[in-house]
């Protein structure tokens, strides 16, 4: 696939972590001032081009809220990507809402934001039994996964549509010599994962100065960016964040 039609699908919890930094304990009743509104961000990141949404609501809600997901579906023109962990909880909430994919992640209360990626194949029937309610409910399932053998080849089994390679560690390796060899994962990662059948998409960590090596790893169908579209906001707006990197990716 050439990267221009390389899909961007904007990660917005970072808008409600702000919200919370204020508000946390106030009543978002209708009509209360309560400042930024992640839906009026997603409502803007769509029509500078994104091609979807994507939030994700934690156990422990520091930043989106379910309130807020049952609001980006009342609204988005788009496509609503649901991040969760794999609990019967996030489960329930996902047939609620109908998002058009689940994105399964791994999540632990104590890290700052998702770490590694998910163990499919430790815990292969628990993946397998939601891929299959949610394909039920008419709900495609991505597995973010490290770029590993092993995880690739147990997503396959479980009849996900997607994965979702974790760029973490090429992110964080970007600026030593292990860069080299966390692309080169990525690489064979995407090959394999295609082979398989597999659609691909890569997130974590991609920003306005990786993205332009992250677009040449093969078969990418999507991008998911959270914080550095966020971060770049803040000086130049959420419309010329997206815009800039849409033309990114599509190599401009
Ligand atoms: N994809 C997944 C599965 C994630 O968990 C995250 C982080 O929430 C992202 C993409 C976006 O990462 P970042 O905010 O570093 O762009």
């Known amino acids: ?109 104590e890290e700052v934001t998702t770490e590694g990626g998910l163990d499919v194949a430790g815990q292969f029937d628990r993946i397998e039994r939601i891929v299959k309610a949610a394909a039920d409910a008419g709900i495609e399932t991505s597995l973010f996964i490290d770029p590993d053998q092993n995880q690739i080849e147990a997503s396959a089994k479980t009849g996900a549509k997607y994965v979702e390679l974790h760029t973490g560690a090429y992110a964080n390796a970007y600026y030593s010599k292990e860069r080299g060899p966390e692309y080169d994962r990525l690489v064979a990662g995407a090959e394999l994962a295609a082979e398989l059948g597999l659609v691909v998409n890569a997130g974590h960590g991609i920003n306005y100065v990786n993205v332009s090596e992250v677009i040449t790893i093969p078969f990418l169908n999507e991008l998911n960016i959270g914080h550095s579209i966020i971060s770049r906001a803040l000086f130049f707006g959420i419309d010329e964040a997206v815009r800039e990197m849409k033309a990114l990716i599509a190599g401009v």
């Not at 934690?58 to 807020?68: F, L, N, P, T, Y």
């Not at 609001?71 to 991040?83: A, G, K, P, S, V």
Request: proline share 6%; glycine share 4%; with cysteine.
């Open 1 to 109: 696939m050439s990267s221009q039609s390389i899909l961007l699908g904007v990660n917005i919890d970072h808008v409600a972590t702000v919200r919370e930094a204020r508000y946390k304990e106030s009543p978002r009743a209708c009509g209360q001032f309560v400042e930024p509104d992640p839906v009026t961000i997603a409502l803007l990141c769509e029509k500078a081009g994104a091609h979807g949404i994507t939030v994700h609501p934690r156990e422990d809600a520091r930043h989106i809220q379910k309130a807020d997901v049952r609001r980006l579906r009342e609204c988005i023109q788009t496509r609503l990507n649901m991040e969760m962990a794999a609990t019967d909880e996030m489960l329930a909430f996902a047939l609620e809402i109908l998002p058009e994919t689940i994105c399964v992640v791994p999540e632990s209360r």
